[in-house]
C-alpha cells in the first residue's frame, strides 16, 4: 500500500480543517490506519486511529478529543481526520499511517505502523 496525504495549511485558532489520506491497493479495508504528528523538535506522537473494517474501534489522543474525529470510506480507500477548534498546539506535521490488523492497545504506537505517508503541514496561528 502506498498513502498520500493531503489538506494540510495554515489557518487560526478555532478554525477547522479535514486532513484526507488516499491509499493504493485493493485490500485498504483490512489496514488499520492512523494519523500521527510530528511537531518541530519533538518526537512523532499518536493523533488518532481506526480500526480495520472488522474491528470496530477509534481511538484518540487526550489532546484531541472531542475536537478530532477520524473516518475512513473504504470505497474510495481513504481515511479522513476532520479537525476542529484548532489549537496552536495543533501545529505539526501531519502523517497517515496503515498497519495490519492491530489490537486497541496496540494502536497508538508508531512502530506498529508499516507504511507512511509523506506528511502534511497543519499551521494553527493564535
Known amino acids: 500500500v502506498q498513502l498520500q496525504a493531503s489538506g494540510g495549511g495554515l489557518v487560526q485558532a478555532g478554525d477547522s480543517l479535514r486532513l484526507s489520506c488516499a491509499a493504493s491497493g485493493r485490500t485498504f479495508s483490512s489496514y488499520t490506519m492512523g494519523w500521527f504528528r510530528q511537531a518541530p523538535g519533538k518526537e512523532r506522537r499518536f493523533v488518532a486511529v481506526i480500526s480495520w473494517s472488522g474491528g470496530g474501534f477509534t481511538r484518540y489522543a487526550d489532546s484531541v478529543k472531542g475536537r478530532f474525529t477520524i473516518s475512513r470510506d473504504n470505497t474510495k480507500n481513504t481515511v479522513y481526520l476532520q479537525m476542529n477548534s484548532l489549537k496552536p498546539e495543533d501545529t505539526a506535521v501531519y502523517y497517515c499511517?496503515?498497519?495490519?490488523?492491530?489490537?486497541?492497545?496496540?494502536?497508538?504506537?508508531?512502530?506498529?505502523?508499516?507504511?507512511w505517508g509523506q506528511g502534511t503541514l497543519v499551521t494553527v496561528s493564535s
Open positions: 499511517a496503515a498497519a495490519v490488523p492491530i489490537p486497541y492497545r496496540s494502536a497508538a504506537y508508531p512502530e506498529k505502523y508499516h507504511t
